[in-house]
């Protein structure tokens, strides 16, 4: 009974680099949402997704940030040109329909030097 | 702007008591309310979910929800020193019922 997964757990990135966060969710779930969670803040909503559409991308940064649900494959946030300011874990969750409760995954610390 | 707001403690009870953990929220329109419990540098696990006002009860926990004063609580009876965690308050509905905003959460320690 695998819940939500998601890889790698930690990231290490320099500057200028790319990250590519990975998130499988639960069997049965077609829907998809990332959070941020920065250091002492809370968590906040980036996106929202369902397999091949970007259902809401309000909380996404409006640069270097995306996010994908392809057909076949895991949900992919990506962040190009990471800064400092980028290090957070983001943590993905899903659900089976939009409006039911959403589980999460373990997360991925992200850490950019 | 929606808001939710909970004290940030930390909030200190003995083993055995009970544990009391507040949350307001500001957008009238939310319809589902969610505490989570984070431990220190893991995931957000759900707690309970509560719809309609009034309590819901599922084991040591009780949630209360009062819509008119936007105003949800938790309660842990019994507490261990297990319950040590960040409790987050998460609140969707309104114009968008998929996005959860979540409270910055309260760190509950329980002393044995």
């Known amino acids: 009974n695998a819940g939500v997964m998601q890889n790698p757990r930690h990231l290490v990135r320099r500057r200028g680099q790319e990250a590519r966060l990975r998130c499988s969710p639960m069997k049965g779930h077609s829907h998809v949402y990332w959070y941020r969670q920065l250091p002492e803040e809370g968590l906040k909503f980036m996106v929202y997704l369902q397999k091949e559409n970007i259902i809401d991308e309000s909380g996404m940064p409006k640069e270097r940030f995306s996010a994908e649900f392809p057909k076949e494959g895991p949900s992919i946030l990506r962040i190009q040109q990471v800064v400092r300011g980028d290090s957070a874990a983001y943590f993905c969750a899903s659900s089976p329909i939009s409006l039911e409760t959403q589980y999460f995954g373990p997360g991925t610390r992200l850490l950019v030097l | 702007q929606k808001e939710v707001e909970q004290n940030s403690g930390p909030l200190s009870v003995p083993e055995g008591a009970i544990a009391s953990l507040n949350c307001t929220y500001s957008?009238?329109?939310?319809?589902?309310f969610f505490w989570y419990r984070q431990y220190s540098g893991k995931s957000p696990e759900l707690i309970m979910f509560?719809?309609?006002?009034g309590d819901k009860e599922d084991g040591r926990f009780t949630a209360q929800l009062n819509k008119a004063s936007q105003y949800v609580s938790l309660l842990i009876r019994d507490s261990q020193p297990s319950d040590s965690a960040t409790y987050l308050c998460?609140?969707?509905?309104?114009?968008?019922?998929?996005?959860?905003?979540f409270g910055k959460g309260t760190l509950l320690t329980v002393n044995p």
């Open positions: 998460a609140v969707n509905g309104g114009g968008s019922n998929y996005k959860l905003t």
């Open positions: 957008d009238r329109g939310s319809q589902s």
């Open positions: 509560i719809y309609s006002n």
